[in-house]
């Protein structure tokens, strides 16, 4: 069974001790191997810490959710952890095309959240590092955009709007994950290539900062981009896999199934569904999915992918 999942913390969790290649906590290359897989594996430069932003983000996730420092140096050291998978050939991290078709478990590298960037022009070095997938925000407003945690949401400012050019004219797919609502709207309008939201659900499912409206839903889909449903319960109407399977059906039948995802964010959260424990639960998800399996699992992440790249899809 082929997988693409478009969000899962491994160098994360590695930092934090948790066995992401032979542990059966959420996901790991064990578990993933049951699969023919494409992870979009996260580089997350974040250290927790808890202060009064600990405190306001908690207060809008509905759970604790610490506050945190970010560092370059943080960045480096997560890419050298999956550099390491691959020199042990564990995975293979996509660096072009041909690398879709490797047998072992596939690593794309993305940055979650562009706030270790000093500025646009950085994307090249992000690039040189095989980074192929770029949030634009986490849960802070940064200097290219503001986030779905903002105060005030300003959307894309002069320098987000050109990290947005170049990210296409390098074949980076822009993320927006976490971005503000008139974020999702403003790189919608003016991006060349189609766009994810790598983990994230329904706004008319379930009211939370987190989830995407209809008028953001229909942004994504004009620019035949995808949206990877995630497993984070706060964000669901219930915290089952049924509620999971509710949001994959909201945007499948009322926006098509050529634009839905899975996003699990495995290994980035503390508590998962009833019924959805881990990667391998997702044989269980298909239950509900009407025969859309190839799309839902494979095929509209590879659309997304490919296009980016540079190649046309039939």
């Not at 290359?29 to 932003?53: G, M, Q, W």
């Not at 660096?95 to 078709?101: E, I, V």
């Not at 003016?190 to 989830?211: A, D, E, W």
């Not at 059906?249 to 508590?271: A, M, N, P």
Request: with cysteine.
């Amino acid at each position: 069974m082929k997988l693409i999942d478009l969000h899962e913390d491994l160098a994360y969790s590695n930092q934090q001790g948790i066995d992401v290649i032979d542990g059966d906590h959420q996901s790991s290359l064990k578990l993933l191997s049951n699969f023919d897989s494409l992870v979009f594996a996260s580089i997350f430069p974040h250290v927790n810490t808890r202060d009064e932003r600990s405190d306001l983000l908690t207060s809008l996730y509905g759970s604790f959710t610490p506050s945190t420092t970010f560092s370059f140096e943080l960045l480096i050291d997560q890419i050298k952890f999956y550099l390491y998978l691959e020199r042990k050939g564990l995975v293979k991290i996509v660096r072009s095309a041909k690398d879709l078709n490797e047998p072992r478990t596939k690593l794309l590298l993305s940055l979650e959240g562009a706030d270790a960037l000093r500025d646009y022009i950085d994307i090249y070095l992000l690039r040189e590092l095989n980074v192929q997938n770029l949030g634009l925000t986490w849960n802070y407003d940064n200097k290219f955009a503001s986030s779905c945690m903002s105060g005030k949401d300003y959307g894309l400012t002069s320098e987000g709007e050109e990290l947005v050019k170049l990210a296409n004219s390098l074949g980076v797919i822009v993320d927006l994950a976490h971005a503000g609502k008139r974020t999702v709207l403003e790189v919608a309008s003016i991006t060349r290539k189609p766009v994810i939201v790598s983990h994230g659900n329904m706004m008319k499912l379930k009211m939370h900062r987190r989830n995407l409206d209809d008028e953001e839903i229909e942004a994504v889909v004009k620019t035949k981009g995808v949206i990877g449903i995630t497993a984070i319960v706060s964000t669901l109407r219930e915290p089952t896999i049924q509620g999971v399977a509710e949001n994959l059906r909201y945007v499948g039948e009322s926006y098509g199934w050529e634009y839905v995802s899975l996003g699990t964010d495995f290994l980035g959260i503390k508590e998962t569904p009833q019924g959805f424990e881990n990667v391998m639960k997702v044989k269980e998800l298909l239950k509900f999915v009407d025969g859309h399996e190839e799309e839902v699992l494979w095929k509209n992440a590879m659309r997304v992918i490919m296009s980016n790249m540079g190649y046309s899809v039939p």
